[in-house]
């Protein structure tokens, strides 16, 4: 099956958005592989930023998160809809800093997702199971209703703009990625939930990245597995050579 590769840069809580200027102006002088869809995911200050620096190139906007009401008394938080008006086509959903730190359960973030869908947002969810439950042996049963949560009510139509990524939490940001192949099985476990949930044909289409300490030396290798599209990068999305990543 043919996927397209998706490499998705998260900066989290970096850059000011004179340094996404800056740091964007110079990152779109590369050349890219044309066969890669590259998304960067910055802080909701940076979004003006990116959006005006990226608009000469295919490369794209996301955010890192929105609030599932549509408005209102919500002190602090960011809708759906003010996302889609600033140019952002993204937005991560469920990452795994946003649950542990934010305690956001599985009932929010499919909140989340709907919302995002709504306003034609692509959410990207984030999955990821921790090295305790991993020991355990109950890694795959977690991912599976992480998934099933998220997916809860979503139609296969909807589904379709959704990508997935996999980061398991004990690989993001310790420099410790996953082997290919613990990457390889999750993914592929993923695809078959996402089967049963919907039909095969579909399952074999979306896009599901892997996460956690991915830099110039380990992507080519798991980007070649079978299950995996690409990737969704932390701190290596904040260098220069993060063309590198995307042309891997
Ligand atoms: P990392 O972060 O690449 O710095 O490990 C990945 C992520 O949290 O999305």
Redesign the pocket.
Known sequence: MNRRKTVIG?WKMNFTHKETASFLEKFKTNDLDKNADVIFCVPFTDISAAVNALSDTNIKVGAQNLYFEEKGAYTGEVSAKMLSECGVEYVIIG?S?RRSLFNETDEIINKKVKKALEYNLKPILCCGETLSQRERGIEYDFIRTQIKSALYGISKEDAKNIVIAY?PIW???TGNTATNEQAEEMCLTIRNCVKELYVEEFGEKIIILY????NTKTASELFKMENIDGG?????SLKDDFSVIVNA
């Open positions: 998260n990452h800093e980061e690989a993001i940001g996460g956690g300490s991915v969704l990068v932390g701190s290596a």
